[in-house]
């Protein structure tokens, strides 16, 4: 099999340059903006893969010779021309990726050390050529520059309630996020610590006993709950607490057929400026599920994001590059299930620590 990249100003020119070189017979595999080390070629890559004749009088001579199973041999053998090319495919792109065509050793290392945090990739080429242009020609203290780029990206809030901002806080995400838990943690750290007068609020009417856990963490607190099941009871509820000087929304884990059934009280919630918004997520996620839940949740029109089980994974760079890509600051993080010892506010320091083969990198250099 032969697989090859083409490149050129559109998809449709690639193709037909691909079409041009192999033939008529060759199969698209993947098309994509090119990366920016090969953007120089075309601002799109074309991947096409060639299955030489002689392959495939063989899997036909195979299918044949198994005729009594062919519809399955047909199947599998497509499937293995598929993985085949797949993993070539994306075998060359970690390669090429990884080389980092016509720069130093160390921009080659600095590279890799941050595809390995689990950053999207294309940040990654933003920071370190960002990087280059800072540290200058001599690139000596590239250990710096991209500690300095990294750090000028993060966006942090970890003001629950701010003075003259929003003091009515809502947690929005999907089910087993640990939004109940965290709501509780915020209710001792940014309510009771802070001795504002606090009422909880929980709109779960998904689950049996859904509003079972926050009426008694309300209740161990000394805390004002309430069971809410609409947008219109909660605007009345918060009306009844006018006075409260901090009020925290429990809401229903929504998963990706129930979306429907949030429309309501997301709408509700976007379109009041007294309510702050956080997205809780699991740092564990992929990158691609949690961007596929940034925009699920999207019409919540979340103020920030919120990160939860950090104990749990030793790579922050998806949670990290979903930030920037959203523009959205990182308010809380989570690490456990003590409550409350196990939230802090999110601070520039702490993702640096959360990346901290970079810091310590960085940090080396630099002395």
Same mark, same amino acid.
């Given at each position: 099999m032969r697989i090859k990249s083409f490149y050129a100003s559109s998809v449709e020119g690639a193709v037909a340059l691909a079409r041009r070189d192999m033939g008529d017979e060759a199969m698209l595999v993947e098309s994509r903006k090119a990366p920016l080390a090969a953007r120089h070629l075309g601002e799109y890559e074309v991947v096409c893969a060639l299955v030489p004749e002689a392959d495939t009088a063989q899997a036909q001579a195979d299918e044949d010779a198994g005729a009594q199973d062919s519809r399955l041999s047909r199947e599998l053998a497509g499937m293995r021309r598929q993985l085949d090319a797949m993993g070539q495919t994306i075998t060359r792109s970690a390669w090429s990726g990884a080389r980092w065509p016509a720069? &130093? =050793?160390?921009? &080659? @290392?600095?590279?890799? #050390?941050?595809?390995? *945090?689990?950053? @999207?990739?294309?940040?990654?080429?933003?920071?370190?050529e960002a990087a280059e242009r800072r540290s200058g020609p001599e690139s000596s203290g590239l250990g710096v520059a991209v500690l300095a780029e990294i750090e000028q990206r993060i966006l942090v809030?970890?003001? +629950?309630?701010?003075?003259?901002?929003? #003091? +009515? +806080?809502?947690?929005?995400?999907? =089910?087993?996020?640990?939004? *109940?838990?965290?709501?509780?943690?915020?209710? +001792? *750290?940014?309510?009771?610590?802070? %001795? %504002?007068?606090?009422?909880?609020?929980?709109?779960?009417?998904? %689950?049996?006993?859904?509003?079972?856990?926050l009426r008694s963490f309300a209740a161990i607190l000394g805390a004002g709950f309430q069971a809410l099941d609409s947008a219109g009871t909660l605007a009345q509820a918060l009306d009844e607490h006018s006075g409260k000087r901090l009020i925290l929304i429990d809401t229903p884990g929504y998963g990706p057929h129930d979306m429907d059934r949030a429309a309501d009280l997301a709408r509700f919630l976007s379109t009041r400026p007294d309510i702050a918004t956080h997205l809780v997520l699991t740092a564990t996620m992929k990158s691609a599920d949690?961007?596929?839940?940034? @925009?699920r949740f999207q019409i919540f029109n979340p103020s920030s994001l919120l990160f939860t089980r950090l104990d749990e994974t030793a790579c922050f760079g998806t949670a990290f590059s979903l930030s920037v890509r959203l523009g959205k600051p990182i308010s809380f993080l989570g690490t456990g299930q003590d409550i409350p010892d196990d939230v802090a506010p999110a601070t520039k320091e702490r993702i640096l620590s959360l990346l901290? =083969?970079? *810091?310590?990198?960085?940090?080396r250099l630099a002395a």
């Open positions: 720069a &130093s =050793p160390e921009m &080659s @290392e600095w590279h890799a #050390r941050l595809m390995g *945090t689990d950053m @999207e990739g294309e940040l990654v080429h933003q920071i370190l809030d970890g003001t +629950v309630a701010a003075a003259n901002g929003p #003091r +009515v +806080v809502a947690l929005a995400g999907p =089910p087993g996020a640990g939004k *109940t838990t965290m709501l509780a943690k915020l209710a +001792v *750290t940014c309510g009771l610590a802070a %001795r %504002r007068a606090l009422t909880l609020v929980s709109m779960d009417d998904f %689950r049996v006993g859904g509003a079972d856990q949690l961007i596929t839940m940034a @925009e901290w =083969p970079l *810091t310590t990198s960085a940090k």
